[in-house]
């Protein structure tokens, strides 16, 4: 019976376990200054990148491009609306865990120096890619890489 109610608590342990990041960084940016991630699963590169662009209201208005394809949100530093989480690639039928994510999360705004804070995770849910290139680029276009 000890045994039963050992594997049941392992078992139940393991669901509630918290994710395990394939990466996860702190970063600091200025405004307007770019931080690019490009991910290669089998042969296909994908691109991801965001700024920020305005700190309004306690609010950090953020632009994000992945993939060509944008989003605009906005971040605060309170638990419910301090993340934004994007799903990297499409779920496959065959595996029944969470799909590939990007996350990303506002932690802290220094207004002396007018430099957010942010924290970016990669969840990589069983799919087999790899982070080729991650960088700062100061100032550039979203069409631009």
Partial sequence: MSRI????GSFIS???APPQWKA?????LQKDEFYLLNFKVNETQKTLYFRWTL?????LVMHLNYDYFPHQFILYQDYQRNC???????AEQKYYTLEPF????FKDYHRGE????LKYYIYEGGRDFNI???RIVPNGGFGAN
């Fill in 132 to 134: 080729i290139d991650e």
């Fill in 5 to 8: 109610l050992f594997l049941l």
């Fill in 84 to 90: 934004y989480t994007l799903p990297l690639f499409k």
């Fill in 14 to 16: 393991l669901l509630f």
């Fill in 55 to 59: 700190l309004k209201n306690k609010g």
């Fill in 102 to 105: 990007f996350m990303l999360c």
């Fill in 24 to 28: 996860e960084k702190f970063l600091r």
């Fill in 114 to 117: 007018k430099i957010a804070t």
